[in-house]
């Protein structure tokens, strides 16, 4: 009964690992879940009360398939003010999340057979969009020793005649790496070289950047010109604590924008009317609360790499923005543990889940096996008890 394309596909492991780690929670186990890539703080009151408001002043129905025009406005506003150039509400569309307005701009630009460069270390579910909108993922390895990010030449090399886009995504999850104005500069004049190559920058975690401007570079910010060939991704999801809420946005160029909201007009219509008032109120008188939520991320950070960092074995990435660590498990593997020689970063995840209750996930979801991404966005008790958990596997092995 199923189609080829459904045989083939296999749910976001992050969110079947937080299932199960969910599961295990309500079966009555002292799960620590460091697996899921959402705050562990509330959105906040203002956006909240801007929805109830929207409820009961009845705007609960269909809305344009873009969005309401304050909430376009208000995006206009805020990437305007961030890439540094005026945006009309034109060329922006609001969809159900960043995840389905990544896949509504791969829909809008891809043909059967088009290539999608996807650097690695990548989120999960880039490589599988791609194939789901009828391309193909074009998988850079990036290395350690440029800290996990895409050089120039490796741009360059990985460009084909069929290459249609590029994904990039600063902060990265899974690593934290963000691109300085350096390396953009420097992706910026190969892609310069490629005129028909659509630029897809998931910017969902640029204000949660822990560099001085509190805002990762952008690669309009140093290329301009790209801006008629670039969608800038973005959502209420992380900055504002907002997951649930499912608020995506897409600023470009107009002939992509109007493609991505008819696909949007014949799929999911439009997002949820009462997610995207509270959005509103959300972008436009919540800056206080998104500063407070990256200060209160950074001081995470500095504890848990600390605490984490005097686990023998690991070697840990530092973060630039995001809210995760990127753990280098290589001393571990080939180690004995209970007996059986550890393999892979599924092995180890799955035995921390196993015996140590702890839920992490592996870097092989991420296209690098020898790696483990671990969320920082927990209280900082959750934090230090999973390092003890780290401690007690770390003691088994020999
Ligand atoms: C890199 C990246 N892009 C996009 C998304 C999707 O965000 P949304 O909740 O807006 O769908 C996530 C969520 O985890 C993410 O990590």
Redesign the pocket.
């Known amino acids: 009964m199923l189609s080829k394309r459904m045989q083939e596909l296999k749910p976001s492991p992050t969110l079947a690992l937080a299932a199960k780690a969910k599961q295990l929670k309500a079966d009555g186990h002292d799960v620590i879940s460091l697996t899921v890539?959402?705050p562990d703080w509330t959105t906040y009151a203002k956006a909240k009360e801007a929805g109830k408001t929207a409820i009961d002043e009845n705007k609960t129905t269909y809305t344009p398939a873009a969005g309401i025009p304050p909430l376009k406005a208000a995006i206009a506003e805020l990437i305007g003010q961030q890439i540094q150039k005026t945006i009309d509400p034109s060329q922006v569309t609001v969809g159900a999340?960043?995840?389905?307005i990544?896949y509504a701009a791969l829909t809008a630009v891809l043909d059967p057979g088009d290539e999608v460069i996807v650097p690695s270390p990548y989120?999960v579910s880039y490589p599988t969009m791609v194939e789901l909108a009828g391309g193909e993922p074009k998988i850079v390895q990036c290395e350690e020793s440029t800290d996990f990010k895409m050089t120039a030449d490796q741009l360059e090399q990985a460009m084909t005649s069929k290459t249609k886009a590029v994904l990039l995504?600063s902060p990265s999850?899974p690593t934290g790496a963000e691109y300085s104005t350096e390396e953009l500069v420097a992706l910026a004049a190969v892609l310069k070289q490629h005129p028909n190559v659509v630029i897809i920058s998931?910017d969902?975690?640029n204000q949660l950047s822990f560099n001085s401007e509190s805002l990762s570079p952008h690669i309009l910010n140093v290329e301009p010109s790209l801006f008629d060939r670039c969608l800038s991704i973005n959502?209420?999801?992380?900055a504002y604590a907002m997951?649930g809420w499912?608020?995506?946005w897409a600023v470009g160029p107009e002939v992509l924008i109007k493609a991505m909201a008819s696909f949007q007009s014949q799929t999911t219509g439009a997002s949820s009317s009462v997610s995207q008032w509270a959005s509103v109120t959300a972008i436009k008188d919540c800056h206080k609360e998104v500063e407070q939520a990256l200060v209160a991320l950074k001081e995470r950070k500095t504890f848990f790499l600390d605490k984490i960092s005097k686990v023998p074995g690991l070697s840990i990435f530092n973060p630039q923005g995001a809210f995760y660590l990127w753990v280098n498990i290589n001393q571990w593997i080939g180690q004995s543990y209970k007996g059986e020689a550890l393999k892979d970063s599924k092995q180890v995840a799955e035995a921390l889940l196993n015996d140590e209750k702890l839920a992490v996930v592996p870097g092989q979801e991420f296209g690098l096996d020898g790696y483990l991404r671990l969320s920082f966005a927990a209280s900082t008790k959750d934090l230090e008890e999973a390092t003890r958990r780290f401690l007690n596997f770390q003691s088994q092995l020999s």
């Open positions: 890539g959402e999340g960043a995840k389905f990544i989120w995504n999850n998931d969902i975690y959502g209420m999801s992380k997951t499912r608020i995506g």
